[in-house]
């Protein structure tokens, strides 16, 4: 009766009151504590070695408030005697409704948790829960504000060999998809957003790697060096300083290049050296009135000024690995094929035939 108070009595009544030590919390050296208030004695075996355990605890917890805004929370967390727990908090705040709640159970063989969070002013929600065991993992977490229109959700997964995982952001104006996966041999990932953007990189455990990205118009590529670049009807560029600069293509370059292509038109390097040969042909001319014979790269009706001035861009573009420029080709030689192929499995679809098979 340690908590109790008789405040008064009578032959048939009996007035009292107790403190908070029957709900398991009480007062201990000016401050408000929780447990049972009772002393669990440890286990202690007399021997050359003395054996000493304590007695597991059977449960703690805590609070916190905050005056100025009235907002609290609090948390408690129950021990089993062979290492596991299981635990649990919540918090609110009167100023703007907001309150999250949250557990978690655990062992030595593995655990799960989960928790939410909401705040009615602004109409924001998350979630989050996860689950693990000496054979991996899994977790999940989402959340979404009206007020911004922006919302996403990942799902993470693991074991002792490798982890894999997808995300998802949206924004009031796009939505991006992530996924990436990582083992000993090495790691890789990708995105696609909802403006036709894609792209895709992975690197080896000896440190090889390769990228490829695809904007909304279909023209922009990861170079091996880290840079980004664009191929259009004029042939190579690399983005740097903010602009796209035109690049030239090594010479000597291995048959995956880019050299004359199979129109019989001449490759963005050709063009190059072309022009380069060319300004330095042209004889030197003392009179306005001396014109040169149009060039082999010099357009009908272009005028030899805007040739020369040409013929200079092009012999200060600068210049690309041959390692990286084959990778360049190769990546755009097989989406170039991806998207054949795509056209081609469409046409046979909407045609509704396909190929018959022989009996």
Known sequence: MTYVTVYSSSPTTVTFGYTAGYTLGYVSAGVVVYGTGYYYPPYYHPAPVPIFIPYPYSYSG????????????????????????????????????????????????????????????TGTYAHGSASWGPDG?????????????????TNQNWNQYERWGSSTISGPNQTINTQSASNAQGRAGSFSSSTGAKGAGVQGAGGNQA??????????????????????????????????????????????????????????????????????????????????????????????????????QAAAREPVSRDNYNQLEQDRGARTQGFQRQQFGGAARAGGGGFARRR
């Open 62 to 121: 805590s609070t916190w408030y905050n005056p100025s805004t009235g907002a609290w929370a609090r948390g408690g967390t129950i021990y089993g005697p062979y290492g596991g727990a299981a635990t649990g908090g919540s918090y609110y705040n009167p100023n703007t409704g907001a309150y999250a709640r949250g557990g978690a159970i655990y062992g030595p063989n593995g655990g799960a948790d989960a928790w939410s969070y909401y705040n009615p002013t």
């Open 137 to 153: 993992g899994s977790g999940h977490g989402s959340f979404d504000n009206p007020t911004t229109g922006r919302s996403g959700s």
């Open 211 to 312: 990228g490829v990205v695809k904007t909304a118009g279909g023209n922009t590529y990861a170079g091996a060096d880290g840079n980004v670049y664009k191929h259009t009807d004029d042939g190579w560029s690399k983005y740097s300083d903010g602009s796209w600069n035109p690049v030239t293509p090594p010479d000597n370059r291995s048959a995956t290049g880019q050299g004359t292509s199979g129109s019989g038109s001449e490759g963005q390097g050709q063009r190059a050296q072309n022009a380069q040969n060319a300004n330095a042909r042209q004889p030197a001319t003392t009179g306005s009135s001396t014109s040169a014979a149009p060039t082999a790269t010099q357009r009908p009706g272009q005028p030899q000024q805007q040739q020369r001035s040409s013929a200079t």
